[in-house]
């Protein structure tokens, strides 16, 4: 099997779980890891074509992650003084920083970088 057919796998059960909330779009925004490339992203949207899915964006996980920090503590925000956010993903074999600044009815990514081959598993390497 192809990775996209793996991938469109994973995106027919979520699109299955959305069915069964009574969720009946096929419209989704997919994440992916900040360093994707074009190659990676494309990927992406051949296994979204594959699952049925119309995929409306494709959007850096770390952006997404934004997203819904804003969502949930908009309430909280100004535009007089912004609230700077620092997100960090230290996955297995990956570091992503994301530095934003939150205002009442906007955000702005002020930094994002990620280094793939900077992750957990050689902070463990070292500890061992």
């Given at each position: 099997m192809r990775p996209e057919q793996v991938m469109a796998f994973s995106?027919?059960?979520i699109n299955n779980s959305f069915i069964k909330?009574?969720?009946t779009s096929n419209d989704m925004v997919i994440s992916v890891p900040p360093y994707a490339?074009?190659?990676?992203?494309?990927?992406y949207?051949?296994?979204a074509k594959i699952a049925g899915i119309n995929c409306?964006?494709?959007m850096n996980d770390s952006s997404a992650t934004a997203l819904q920090y804003g969502q949930r503590n908009k309430g909280e925000f100004i535009d007089q003084a912004p609230r700077t956010v620092c997100f960090v993903d230290v996955g297995h074999s990956y570091v992503s920083l994301t530095l934003?600044?939150?205002f009442a009815k906007k955000a702005t990514i002020l930094y994002q970088n990620s280094m793939r081959n900077?992750?957990?598993?050689?902070?463990d390497y070292l500890l061992y």
């Open positions: 995106l027919q059960k909330d009574g969720k490339n074009h190659t990676e992203r494309r990927a949207l051949d296994a409306l964006r494709l934003v600044n939150f900077l992750g957990a598993r050689d902070i």
